[in-house]
């Protein structure tokens, strides 16, 4: 392919290519994004007609994040002026004080008082657990706790006739609850005597109950929250203003377009109506669906996580990065590691080494943190759908990327092939697994129909489809890894810069 440009582009740990297939990677890209985006669009009027709403109605997470922050902007700016003063005013022992100052009557404002005394207690209990300090407690009430809630949420009509409510609710147990549990750890081998000082309580509540993060997270690991015990000076200060108000300019743009987006891209409503989908006629084209409600559920992420990540990195913390744009994820475990990199942190720092390192098999500590994952994001069908595909998607990746680098798939492989056609061998096995990954993903963002629509889509409606599938995928999954071996490489350089000041 494409021998008449023999100057190839700077090698990126060992990838080769050159600038004609460049070219038709990224050509292959954007052409089927503008193709996707026009399928879509092209059908805006009619999907309003039908649904009835001049936006697409079935973005609930969205929907239900625009209502709070619509409810709570006033708990933001008290936020922010509070945890600006105490930055000056306030001993840096105290500033849990501070957080709680805002997270506590935010709640009472918020909640129903029953409510209340529900996540009082659950904040009660893990403190006792924390100050006994054994681990195995720690996992008990944590077990305990992630069923009581399963519980709670089947039987939302009991609790609450308002599901905004309930379902704020619901998201504040949930993310309070892997916070008490990170707590309970960062403090089981310490003296319990310093559970008892009132700085420590404080700093309980300012971290367990920290607002920018309490609704909308991201996970915050006790870790990554006392380094605000670290004094700051004023250079320092400046610079964290400069970031904040970057920070909220651009998730605020962002917002924009994905509200725009809502507005002509109805691909939430498409994933609740499955026979909405159909109207789409092209079988290539329907794959379109799948993509843009990855996207969607992408930007949905950047900005509730966005904020919550702008405040906390504002309030002195170090928060876990941004959720990774979906167009530069190639490999599933990636999606793992750098979609909600808070929660991976939680499931492999407190479930999966720790049995690792307790002797269970790595298979074993795979499938009982994948357990965890099933539970927490809550028992339902598609839930254990979502949860069981990415499993084993994770498990065969797992297994390939074993064979790979082994001695003989070099020797009778790359050395045969080279590395251009080794890689592009590797793009073709690894873009196939990949869209199995998608489809996994369907089934939790969008619905199981629409899971089950799109898989039929792609595997029984002939080869042509399949293959111009394939190949779309094969052609993202170079581009990914192009894109990626350059976020490492900033990275790592990034790295390097912060060890050196």
Request: hydrophobic residues 45%; aromatic residues 22%.
């Amino acid at each position: 392919m494409a021998y008449g440009s023999r100057k190839k582009v700077p090698k990126l740990q060992g990838y080769h290519f050159y600038k004609r297939e460049l070219c038709l990677y990224f050509g292959v890209y954007f052409a089927y994004l503008i193709y996707g985006l026009w399928i879509l669009f092209d059908l805006r009027k009619v999907l309003q007609q039908r649904s009835g709403f001049t936006r697409d109605p079935f973005n609930y997470e969205l929907d239900i994040f625009n209502n709070y922050v619509r409810s709570n902007w006033h708990w933001y700016i008290v936020h922010a002026i509070i945890a600006t003063g105490s930055k000056f005013f306030f001993n840096r022992d105290n500033i849990g004080l501070a957080f709680a100052c805002v997270s506590i009557p935010s709640l009472l404002s918020t909640l129903q008082f029953r409510m209340n005394i529900f996540l009082g207690t659950m904040l009660l209990i893990f403190y006792l657990v924390s100050y006994i300090g054994n681990r195995k407690l720690i996992w008990f009430a944590t077990a305990l706790w992630v069923a009581v809630l399963n519980i709670l949420a089947l039987n939302i009509g009991n609790f609450s006739d308002e599901q905004d409510i309930f379902y704020t609710f619901s998201v504040i147990l949930f993310w309070t609850l892997l916070r008490c549990c990170s707590f309970a750890h960062f403090w089981a081998d310490i003296k319990k005597v310093d559970l008892l000082k009132l700085s420590t309580v404080t700093h309980y509540l300012g971290y367990t109950l920290y607002f920018p993060t309490l609704v909308n997270g991201p996970f915050l690991d006790y870790k990554r929250y006392i380094v605000i015990l670290k004094k700051k000076d004023a250079y320092t200060f400046f610079n964290e203003v400069k970031y904040f108000a970057y920070e909220i300019v651009r998730i605020f743009f962002w917002w924009l377009v994905l509200e725009l987006g809502m507005r002509y891209l109805f691909v939430h409503y498409m994933a609740v109506e499955t026979d909405k989908a159909k109207l789409v006629r092209s079988p290539f084209g329907r794959h379109a669906i799948g993509y843009f409600l990855g996207l969607s559920f992408f930007m949905t992420y950047f900005v509730k996580y966005g904020l919550g990540i702008a405040s906390s990195r504002y309030d002195g913390m170090h928060p876990p990065s941004k959720p990774q744009c979906i167009g530069h994820v190639h490999y599933y475990s990636n999606m793992w590691k750098h979609f909600d990199q808070g929660l991976y942190e939680f499931l492999f720092d407190y479930i999966y080494q720790p049995l690792v390192n307790a002797n269970y098999s790595k298979f074993v500590s795979t499938v009982l943190t994948f357990a965890f994952v099933f539970m927490w994001h809550g028992c339902q069908t598609e839930i254990l759908i979502w949860t069981v595909m990415n499993f084993w998607c994770l498990i065969f990746e797992k297994l390939l990327k074993h064979a790979m680098r082994s001695t003989f798939y070099k020797s009778c492989i790359e050395q045969n092939l080279g590395k251009q056609l080794s890689q592009r061998f590797h793009a073709i096995i690894f873009s196939q697994l990949f869209i199995v990954a998608a489809f996994a993903n369907v089934f939790f963002i969008g619905s199981p129909e629409m899971g089950v629509f799109l898989i039929l889509n792609a595997y029984r409606n002939g080869f042509a489809n399949y293959l111009a599938l394939s190949f779309c995928c094969y052609c993202f999954f170079q581009c990914s890894e192009l894109i990626s071996m350059k976020l490492w490489k900033e990275n790592v350089k990034w790295k390097r810069k912060a060890k050196s000041n």
